[in-house]
Nanobody
Framework: VQLVESGGGLVQDGGSLRLSCAAS????????MGWYRQAPGKQRELVAG????????NYVDSVKGRFTISRDNAKNTMHLQMNSLKPEDTAVYFC?????????????WGQGTQVTVSS
């Protein structure tokens, strides 16, 4: 499975961005998907996750009520709608996909997309 993120950029405090993650390859093997982020000098942090059906989601406390994760299995894409952005949301955002293929579990990663929120 290959993942490609898009949608990052520079936005002002309080603004919005929508990140997308497009999956290709053995997409039928994908189960859960989600987003991590990593700010300079900090550890990578799980931001949000979503199950295959999309009926279960989870968020880190700091983004609850502001970010919404969704997926479109027909198009093999996942999105992260980010509203009311804050400077502390500045980070590189990575999408991931967990799956099971040919007898092994795997986690695939995208290359990352930069999100910068100016104050």
């Amino acid at each position: 499975v290959q993942l490609v993120e898009s949608g990052g950029g520079l936005v002002q405090d309080g603004g919005s961005l929508r990140l997308s993650c497009a999956a290709s390859g053995s997409t039928d093997s994908i189960n859960a998907m989600g987003w991590y982020r990593q700010a300079p000098g900090k550890q990578r942090e799980l931001v949000a996750g979503i199950t295959t059906s999309g009926d279960t989601t989870n968020y880190v406390d700091s983004v609850k009520g502001r970010f919404t994760i969704s997926r479109d299995n027909a198009k093999n894409t996942m999105h992260l709608q980010m509203n009311s952005l804050k400077p502390e949301d500045t980070a590189v955002y990575f999408c991931y996909a967990d799956g099971f293929y040919m007898g092994s579990y795997y986690r695939a990663w995208g290359q990352g997309t930069q999100v910068t929120v100016s104050s």
